[in-house]
């Protein structure tokens, strides 16, 4: 909270906390220069023992970001 990564930002939804949104503004002199791409975090009651679901809901064409905007990294599954 004290020193959040430049262009990324992301709170709790008011209702549920185990519920976030975030939004990653495209870094420049990137192919995501000027985009604005939001995503949806749910965490399980077992966090953080158990990876969020991270979900991109913007429209986002990169290799490691499925086509309903789930992401494709070993990170959050297997690695976690």
């Known amino acids: 909270q004290q ?3 430049e262009g990324v930002s992301a709170s709790p939804q ?3 906390l185990m519920i976030w949104s ?3 503004m495209g870094p420049p ?3 995501f220069e000027d985009g604005v791409f939001k995503l ?10 158990v990876a969020p679901q991270v979900r991109f809901l913007t429209k986002m064409y990169h290799p490691n ?6 992401l494709c990294l070993d990170i959050l599954h297997s690695r976690w």
């Open 3 to 5: 020193d959040p990564p």
């Open 65 to 70: 970001v499925y086509g309903d905007g789930g």
């Open 29 to 31: 002199e990137t192919p």
């Open 40 to 49: 949806i975090l749910n965490f399980e009651e077992s966090y953080p023992n």
């Open 22 to 24: 975030a939004v990653i």
């Open 14 to 16: 008011p209702d549920n």
